[in-house]
């Protein structure tokens, strides 16, 4: 079975913008998106967008696709929702990007631990050799972070920080978002123009 969606996990972690930058990316450049959100998630992206999506799934789904105007490219999944294609390695091998990712989430991924379905989808994605993509928002990092980070890039996982660089001369935040957004996109393979180049 083939699974041309591409997951966008959203954790407790500080920096929920370069999520919601990232899903409107991926949607306008034509690809079809999962979202999984966990509870810290949703309570940091209130606290830091004023975004307060909230109900049963079926109601959370149609105000992420009202804010998106997506229609059927764009599903929202329960976090507890085990029945998801996403629990499994029959949907094929997929490519998640969890952004941002906190570092405990990290830490049960990186020991298979799984707790919720986001931790469940990294898990196929990493058993089954697909594209894992994690954005870890934390600083200042202790030994048990970066090792936890060097285990999941040993098994193929790509670490990319939200570490927005500035020989671009960004005027805005949305500069420095759109950046880090662009390095996630350039790992997933999608052409965009979200910064300016190095030399061009």
């Known amino acids: 079975m083939k699974n041309d969606a ?7 972690a500080s920096g929920s913008i370069y999520a919601i930058r990232l899903v409107e990316a991926l949607l306008k450049y034509n690809k079809k998106v999962n979202l999984l959100i966990t509870e810290a998630g949703f309570l940091v992206m209130n606290e ?3 975004f307060n999506w909230r109900g049963d799934k079926n109601r959370v789904n149609e105000q992420i696709r009202a804010h998106f105007r997506a229609g059927e490219e764009l599903i929202y999944y329960d976090n507890s929702n085990f029945y998801s294609p996403l629990a499994s390695g029959s949907s ?17 991924i990186a020991s298979g631990i799984s707790g919720n379905l986001l931790e469940r989808a990294a898990d196929v994605v990493l058993k ?7 954005v870890a928002r934390e600083t200042p990092l202790n030994d048990i972070h970066l ?10 996982a790509r670490i ?17 978002v759109d950046f880090v957004v662009g ?3 350039d790992q997933v393979g999608v052409e965009h123009d979200l910064f300016k180049r190095w030399g061009s």
């Open 6 to 12: 591409i997951t966008v996990a959203i954790t407790g």
């Open 48 to 50: 830091e967008t004023g």
């Open 92 to 108: 094929g091998r997929g490519t998640m990007i969890i952004c941002p990712c906190s570092m405990g989430t990290l830490g049960r």
């Open 128 to 134: 089954e050799r697909g594209n894992l993509i994690i």
């Open 147 to 156: 090792e936890n980070m060097l285990k999941l890039s040993r098994m193929d």
């Open 160 to 176: 990319v920080p939200a570490m927005p660089a500035f020989y671009q001369k960004p005027e805005t935040i949305e500069d420095l």
């Open 183 to 185: 390095k996630v996109l």
